[in-house]
């Protein structure tokens, strides 16, 4: 969690309403001010501010890219980021992944009763620096306050709007035979770092979110046009839910190898106590890169030049046009079928 | 990883494959006990390394798998009550009863919580006062000095709003059973090396002598279990019959006292039916008398109840080890991790989930070929 950049002083005063109220969504006073001080004060931009219905704003010549996703993580703080710096990375990272450069950010806030003020201006602090920082702006939202016990605490949506500047087709459909597997950085580390903290499971030293923005290093391989057969970030149900969705639309064999895919020494502990696969674990800050192999060692070069992609590595390669299918070489050198995780992630009895 | 990665060394895997494939000369059929080698062996792709006379059988050592149907419909029955907040570990969630399961029964508004120690599940009791605390006590002797203390300390405690729904199940009987049926063709074993950490060895002696069967004492990692397959087939090759411990970095004789202490203290020996094999004597373990009062189900009247269990699922001959799990018919087809008929699908250390994650391609044009 980033402390450096937060301002304790919750600018509706805490005597006067240390907790969300319904009334703080009835359409009154109370809800005036909680979009004026809070979330007007926080975000305010000159599209933002002018306080309409509906932002308008020109966009450049060029394709666009629009994402959306809801953010419903528990803890709301936790190891590494927040659901705030998540609800904007997350975004930016949906367009990313069609090698867009994000621009806007809706926000949409579901708030149950009761959730401290406190926690909210943490939580919208947390929003306003990773959108600094991402180079995006949040130019419209909404606020919806629910009954008690209908929530858990704090929901949050955001819609982004990215342009294209570039040319190419990157999606499962340009994945060729001979394409080089890229991952940006370790897998796992965003998973366990949230069941770390939700289940109490103490390890020698804190595992980290991963949450992070990646399309600067998205943008950079663009720039030193790099050809892209296709890029996908690796949330929920991990490296291997991504490499068989990809498989599957791609009508492609893949091959990766175990020994060749970073997992940090923690992570790696932590889910072979729990009978968990860093491979099908999320992560929040990692991506998932196709590159022709002329274009291998230069997009590892960039890629590493990058802080967020400096541990990428090169994992596998397309194997052929066929029947959809990944497979994993094993540390002992025979190879399996890498499947997607069924359902929820369920720790082992021993 | 430390204490890890040395044993998942490829060189060394070649090495005790290499050695395994020297020495033998005939067709030996062995069976791993544990579902945590089971697992390893084909996530790793170890039997790959063997010989092709070595056919490795899958025990019925995965605690989840062998639950029988009628604990639980006991565990969905209770955990489906409004008092009730149901504890149990992650993988017994998915485990298909008669008609739902316990996700499906958490998706209606049953209060069911994964706890990762059955001690978390009396903190639950003592923080909830005005609710009834119920733990899913299932496994091995591996998790019984766990569950054995969680009782204790309710005890202590005296938790009146505190109950465990026991199966829990013990290995020695279980070899005993498969050795005696006569369709058995098991030749030797891997027993399972975390059960012997807490029980010790001295249990398969009589085994040994009675049966003539080679037991070795196995790890997890792939290097344990090639070398316990190695000094299996060592055993079958020169004709002996011999307790061994290839896990001694983790295993002694005796075992761990103190958690035998307790496992006795809490638990009688009871006659327990296991989930597609039937009912083996004295091979469970059920509360004592002096702890009666926390058994979940007779606290809430299920205690006589009995359920059949589907025909369609093999899982019965797979964990005596007379099928494989591409075998079934119903294998990849109605049986799938996601719709399980057998438990043996469900469990990441069921057979059959296990050949489905790694397998299930191979098992296909296997199944076609023949």
């Not at chain 1, 950085?185 to 069941?195: N, P, Q």
């Not at chain 2, 070795?216 to 290097?223: I, M, N």
């Not at chain 2, 005796?254 to 958690?259: D, F, I, L, V």
Request: negative net charge.
């Amino acid at each position: 969690m980033n402390t450096s950049n937060f301002s304790a002083a919750c600018p509706i005063p805490i005597s006067q309403y240390p907790h969300v109220l319904m009334a703080h969504g009835g359409g009154g006073t109370l809800m005036h001010r909680l979009l004026e001080d809070v979330f007007g004060k926080a975000f305010s931009n000159p599209i933002l501010d002018t306080r309409h219905d509906s932002a308008q704003f020109t966009v450049p010549p060029g394709r666009l890219a629009m994402t959306t996703d809801s953010y419903v993580v528990r803890p709301i703080f936790f190891p590494g980021g927040d659901i705030g710096s998540m609800a904007i990375h997350g975004t930016v990272n949906d367009l990313a992944m069609s090698g867009a450069r994000p621009l806007y950010l809706s926000c949409g806030f579901i708030i149950e009763e009761g959730l401290p003020m406190e926690t909210l201006w943490r939580v919208v602090c947390s929003m306003r620096d990773t959108a600094k920082k991402c180079g995006v702006q949040i130019v419209t939202g909404d606020t919806k306050v629910v009954d008690k016990g209908k929530g858990d605490g704090l929901f949050i949506n955001t819609t982004g709007l990215g342009v294209i500047e570039h040319a190419q087709t990157i999606s499962p459909q340009s994945v060729q035979p001979g394409d080089a597997i890229l991952v940006s950085g370790d897998l796992g580390r965003h998973g366990m770092a949230i069941m770390a903290v939700r289940e109490g499971l103490e390890f020698e030293s804190t595992i980290e979110s991963d949450s992070a923005p990646v399309h600067e290093a998205v943008l950079k391989l663009l720039e030193a046009d790099v050809e892209i057969h296709c890029l996908r970030d690796l949330t929920r149900g991990g490296l291997a839910s991504a490499l068989n969705e990809i498989a599957e639309a791609a009508g492609m064999k893949i091959a990766v190898e175990q020994k060749l895919i970073p997992v940090q020494e923690q992570v790696h502990a932590a889910c072979e106590m729990l009978g968990l696969d860093p491979l099908h674990v999320a992560n929040e800050g990692r991506f998932v890169a196709f590159i022709p192999a002329k274009d291998e060692a230069r997009a590892l070069q960039i890629l590493r030049g990058v802080g967020v992609s400096a541990h990428a590595a090169l994992i596998g390669k397309v194997v052929e046009k066929a029947a959809p299918l990944v497979t994993l070489k094993s540390e002992l050198g025979v190879s399996r079928i890498l499947d997607m995780p069924s359902g929820e992630q369920l720790p082992r009895i021993c | 990883m430390k204490f890890m990665d040395e044993y998942r060394d490829a060189e060394l895997a070649q090495k005790f494959a290499r050695e395994i494939h020297r020495i033998t000369t005939r067709h030996w059929k062995i069976m791993e006990v544990c579902g945590g080698q089971t697992h390893a062996i084909v996530k790793f792709g170890i039997d790959e390394l063997l010989p092709k006379q070595i056919e490795l059988i899958h025990g019925p050592g995965c605690p989840v798998c062998v639950t029988p149907l009628e604990v639980i419909d006991q565990a969905l029955e209770i955990a489906a009550r409004p008092e009730v907040i149901f504890t149990s570990f992650g993988d017994m969630l998915r485990v298909p009863g008669s008609t739902t399961d316990l996700l499906s029964v958490k998706a209606k508004g049953g209060d069911v919580r994964i706890v990762y120690s059955p001690l978390d599940a009396v903190k639950i009791a003592e923080l909830n006062p005005a609710r009834e605390v119920v733990f899913f006590g299932v496994g091995f002797e591996t998790t019984a000095p766990a569950t054995a203390m969680a009782v204790y300390q309710a005890a202590q405690k005296k938790l009146n709003n505190f109950s465990m729904l026991i199966s829990h199940v013990l290995v020695p009987p279980a070899i005993e059973a498969l050795m005696s049926s006569p369709n058995c063709q098991v030749q030797a074993f891997l027993a399972a090396g975390h059960v012997c950490t807490v029980m010790g060895y001295e249990e398969y002696f009589p085994l040994v002598e009675k049966y003539r069967v080679p037991i070795v004492v196995t790890g997890f990692e792939p290097l344990d279990i090639l070398h316990g397959v190695l000094l299996t087939v060592q055993q079958l090759e020169s004709g002996r019959a011999e307790v061994e411990n290839q896990y001694a970095r983790a295993v002694t004789r005796a075992g761990n006292q103190p958690a035998q202490d307790l496992i006795k203290k809490v638990f009688k020996v009871v006659p327990r039916k296991w989930r597609g094999v039937g009912e083996i004597a004295q091979s469970g373990l059920g509360l004592a008398d002096a702890f009666a009062a926390f058994d979940a189900a007779k606290k809430f009247g299920l205690a006589d109840r009995h359920v059949d269990e589907p025909a369609e699922c093999m899982a019965g001959l797979i964990l005596q080890g007379l099928k494989k799990p591409h075998e079934c018919p119903a294998f990849g087809r109605k049986c799938t991790p996601e719709h399980p008929l057998g438990a043996t699908m469900v469990s990441s250390e069921g057979a059959c989930a296990a050949y489905y994650r790694y397998r299930r391609h191979d098992a296909a044009e296997k199944a076609v070929v023949k």
